[in-house]
């Protein structure tokens, strides 16, 4: 095995030719491509597949492999490619294989042409023997050429839906309790990190806590002060756990803006001030307090205020995270 320039010395650029020696394209090959040497040449790696065993053996994996094979002009000289996914014995499980280009599939022109393959990666996969062989058919130089060897592990993302929602959005009186439910759900593939804030600053200007904020299950974490608080920890596929607090709504006169407005945002994105309304927050409720005392029946103020927040309530409000992963 031995590496030559593309475009020196009669080797080709990085150019994909078909069946009538046309170029029909180009790819980013580099400096270098490999070629054989002698009368054939072979070269292996092994890729440790370990750290995706969990997933594999899910069957959640697939392979993406893609490799340039190409030749010079009219000789025959070839490459070819195998990739061998192994158990932890050495086993072949799978083995895909990348034909030779030989001089009729590139028209005798020289260049290379893609070869790509996609699978599942069978459960108990552990390592993936890549072996590179390159045959000469005309001497002096071994032309079999190859550039590009891929092979690209893609797993399905784990996927977070959060709701926020609380148990009243009409207006509140002073007294009156309100619980809130933020529930967080992995609905995807693979184990998914939450990292969100709980805004709870601006309701409890208008409410004293009565209980929580508590999580349902130890894998998400509730800071344990401060108005607003930090909710981590991470969530395997199809878990859910919800975190509910109570309050009760303080005195009219002693309220702050009268407004209850609750959120939940990603880290970093929380409000830098507590919040009067719920603009610019996807996931948040709003329910005005109305002062009872002081206007008994109907207080036009409120009114228009809590239509607007029923509209907002009668929604899901979802905020999904996607995460790739590759080994
Ligand atoms: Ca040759
Ligand atoms: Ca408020």
Do not use: W
């Not at 054939?40 to 065993?53: F, G, I, N, R």
């Amino acid at each position: 095995m031995a590496t030559q320039a593309h475009g020196r010395n009669n080797y080709p650029a990085s150019v994909v030719v078909d069946s009538t020696g046309a170029t029909v394209g180009t790819f980013d090959g580099g400096a270098r491509l490999f070629t054989g040497s002698g009368a054939s040449s072979t070269m292996t790696q092994t890729v440790d597949l370990t750290p995706s065993a969990a997933l594999i053996d899910a069957g959640l994996v697939t392979a993406d492999m893609s490799a340039y094979l190409g030749g010079y002009l009219n000789q025959n000289d070839y490459s070819e490619l195998t990739y061998e996914f192994r158990d932890t014995s050495g086993g072949a499980l799978h083995t895909a294989h990348f034909a030779p280009v030989k001089a009729a599939d590139r028209g005798n022109a020289s260049g290379f042409v893609k070869r790509a393959e996609t699978i599942p990666v069978p459960p108990q996969a552990r390592s993936v023997l890549i072996t590179a062989n390159f045959v000469r058919y005309i001497a002096p130089a071994n032309d079999g050429y190859l550039d590009n060897i891929s092979l690209v592990l893609d797993a399905p993302p784990g996927e977070l839906q959060v709701t926020h929602t609380s148990d009243t959005t009409t207006p509140v009186s002073e007294g009156d309790e309100v619980t809130y439910t933020t529930t967080l759900t992995n609905t995807g593939k693979q184990r998914i990190d939450v990292d969100h804030v709980l805004v709870m600053s601006g309701v409890l200007d208008d409410a004293d806590l009565l209980s929580g904020p508590t999580s349902s299950d130890g894998a998400i974490t509730v800071s344990p002060t401060g108005a607003d608080r930090t909710l981590t920890g991470s969530l395997e596929p199809g878990q859910s756990v919800t975190v509910t607090f109570k309050v009760k709504t303080k005195p009219y006169a002693e309220q702050g803006d009268h407004q209850l407005v609750s959120a939940v945002t990603e880290a970093g994105s929380a409000p830098g001030q507590t919040p009067g309304s719920c603009d610019g927050l996807a996931l948040c409720t709003d329910v005005p307090s109305a002062d009872t005392a002081a206007v008994p029946l109907v207080n036009p103020v409120v009114g228009g205020v809590a239509a607007a927040t029923a509209l907002a309530a009668g929604g899901v409000f979802v905020l999904a995270r996607r995460r790739k992963t590759t080994a």
